[in-house]
């Protein structure tokens, strides 16, 4: 079945240093791909997303490219923040049969960044 | 306005209680879910309502009990809880079911 494999954390970094998460994912066919960022106490936010083979989202100074040929979707942020700490979640969009949209998680990644 | 908004946002109850969890929005979205999750864990899907008809149950205990009253609400009925059901409930939505999903704050729960 389709699943998504992050790197585990925690991840600890000094402010303004460069960032990678890596992610990779199994499925069949054409999935859609996000990162969802979660701040301590609060829900899940759509950070960016990518739809199609070598799609780049970007937000916020985030960015993931698409990568069908290594099954990957791995984020990356060159200057990173205090403000930046938070669980990092990639997820694909499972489309299936039955269309219904189904989101498949990766079991996060932990962000610290010091000052 | 461009949120998923959640009541209350903490709750605690006993076992023997009948409680319920309330999300709302205003962005047209046709597909709602709510979500489950535990401490350092990813969500998990617990309902998926598409077009205001049930379209997933994740095998979910008959002690949660969903409805989509119109396509801007989305209840959670609570009645029987157990302890392990402790978590943060998420709720969601997405313009079609295939669509990213927008989560909401969630409400955190717990049963004693």
């Known amino acids: 079945g389709n699943s998504v494999t992050q790197m585990e954390g925690p991840v600890t970094l000094s402010e303004e240093a460069f960032l990678t998460i890596n992610c990779t994912y199994t499925a069949t066919g054409y999935p859609s791909l996000f990162w969802y960022v979660q701040y301590p106490g609060e829900g899940l936010q759509l950070l960016l997303k990518?739809?199609?083979?070598?799609d780049k989202g970007s937000n916020k100074g985030f960015e993931a490219t698409y990568r069908k040929e290594t099954t990957s979707f791995h984020l990356e942020k060159g200057s990173v923040q205090v403000s930046d700490s938070a669980v990092y979640f990639c997820?694909?969009?499972?489309?299936?049969?039955?269309?219904?949209?189904?989101?498949?998680f990766g079991q996060g990644t932990t962000l610290q960044v010091k000052p | 306005d461009t949120e998923v908004t959640q009541t209350p946002k903490h709750l605690v109850m006993g076992m023997t209680n009948k409680k319920s969890l309330k999300c709302e929005q205003h962005?047209?979205?046709?597909?709602m879910y709510w979500y489950k999750q535990k401490a350092k864990k990813p969500p998990e899907l617990m309902f998926v309502?598409?077009?205001?008809?049930?379209?997933i149950n994740e095998s979910v205990p008959s002690r949660f009990s969903p409805e989509c009253p119109n396509s801007s609400l989305l209840n959670l009925h609570l009645h029987a809880l157990q302890p392990e059901d402790s978590a943060l409930y998420l709720c969601?939505?997405?313009?079609?079911?295939?669509?990213?999903?927008?989560f909401g704050p969630g409400t955190r729960l717990t049963v004693l």
């Open positions: 997820a694909l969009s499972d489309h299936g049969s039955s269309n219904t949209g189904k989101l498949i």
């Open positions: 309502y598409s077009y205001e008809k049930l379209s």
């Open positions: 990518a739809t199609k083979a070598d």
């Open positions: 969601a939505s997405s313009r079609q079911s295939q669509s990213e999903q927008f």
């Open positions: 962005m047209g979205h046709r597909a």
